[in-house]
T-cell receptor, first 114, second 114 residues
């Protein structure tokens, strides 16, 4: 089955710096890759996603890149702010009919120091 | 618009007992998935339901069961609780097949087994 590895497990950055979180997946049939932000006491919140027919997607300060050949994808946050501090999860999924589970990485604790 | 609603928010049960967790999806969403999140780990897939039928099951014992009602709400049942069942149980809703994108999570039910 699919396995998703996520690095680093913790990341501390200074406010205004960039943060990069990387994930690798094992199943080449996976073709949907969302990123979630989870704050204390809350459920995961979808912040950006990418499908395998696209190499990069950007939404304001957040961007995701996908390398299908290498089977890895990355989250980039620019101009980090204290409110970006949270746990971030990557996930992978097959979107064929019946492909219905998200496989998550172990998470990255991001701390933005002001 | 209301998001994904889960109840109760917190629950304490004794080993061997049974528990029922409830989820109401976003209006218009026909698919509900259940995930278990142990502290410090990413969510793990338990079930997906679409149009009241089970469409996927993760690697969980038969003590775990679920169902979906005509109004698309869902229940997750766990029998013969073990200490290891202590976790945050998350419900996610999506439009449903074939649109298996954009899962929205609720805030979860924190289950503690003592």
């Amino acid at each position: 089955g699919e396995n998703v590895e996520q690095h680093p497990s913790t990341l501390s950055v200074q406010e205004g710096d960039s943060a990069v979180i990387k994930c690798t997946y094992s199943d080449s049939a996976s073709n949907y890759f969302p990123w979630y932000k989870q704050e204390l006491g809350k459920g995961p919140q979808l912040i950006i996603d990418i499908r395998s027919n696209v190499g990069e997607k950007k939404d304001q300060r957040i961007a995701v890149t996908l390398n299908k050949t290498a089977k890895h994808f990355s989250l980039h946050i620019t101009e980090t702010q204290p409110e970006d501090s949270a746990v971030y999860f990557c996930a992978a999924k097959k979107t064929r009919i019946g492909g219905n589970k998200l496989v998550f990485g172990a998470g990255t604790i991001l701390r933005v120091k002001s | 618009d209301a998001g994904v609603t889960q109840s109760p928010t917190h629950l304490i049960k004794t080993r061997g007992q049974h528990v029922t967790l409830r989820c109401s999806p976003i209006s218009g969403h026909k698919s509900v998935s259940w995930y278990q999140q142990v502290l410090g780990q990413g969510p793990q897939f338990i079930f997906q339901y679409y149009e009241k039928e089970e469409r996927g099951r993760g690697n969980f014992p038969d003590r775990f069961s679920a169902r979906q009602f005509p109004n698309y709400s869902s229940e997750l049942n766990v029998n013969a609780l073990l200490l290891g069942d202590s976790a945050l149980y998350l419900c996610a809703s999506s439009l449903g097949q074939p649109y298996n994108y954009g899962y929205t999570f609720g805030s979860g039910t924190r289950l503690t087994v003592v």
